[in-house]
């Protein structure tokens, strides 16, 4: 199986910025798809970006001019910077990896936006 570590989260003050890390182990090399979810107290969990082998990115609308999703397909790893956090963006925040159809998902980061 694939293994995903997510890694970055934090406490952050609105308007501040974070970086998710979220390194692959196992057979990468399979990998099609990347992305990060989150779920809030209370809420369902969404996608909030993705990216493909093609580098193809998805941005969910409300984080869209404020987070980018980037790959480093050398050292199996993505990324979410987080700019401008607003305190609705606090949640667990989780890594997926999509193989052949199948999904593997990290533990899951703490990010919390304070007012």
């Known amino acids: 199986q694939v293994q995903l570590v997510e890694s970055g989260g934090g406490l952050v003050q609105t308007g501040g910025s974070l970086r998710l890390s979220c390194l692959a182990s196992?057979?990468?090399?399979?990998?099609?798809?990347m992305g990060w979810h989150r779920q809030a107290p209370g809420k369902e969990r969404e996608l909030v970006a993705a990216?493909?082998?093609?580098?193809?990115?998805y941005y969910v609308d409300s984080v869209k001019g404020r987070f980018t999703i980037s790959r480093d397909t050398a050292k199996n790893t993505v990324y979410l910077q987080m700019n401008s956090l607003k305190p609705e963006d606090t949640a667990v925040y989780y890594c997926?990896?999509?193989?052949?159809?199948?999904?593997?998902w990290g533990q899951g980061t703490q990010v919390t936006v304070s007012s």
């Open positions: 997926r990896a999509i193989v052949r159809l199948r999904t593997y």
């Open positions: 196992g057979d990468t090399l399979c990998i099609s798809a």
């Open positions: 990216t493909t082998n093609g580098d193809s990115t």
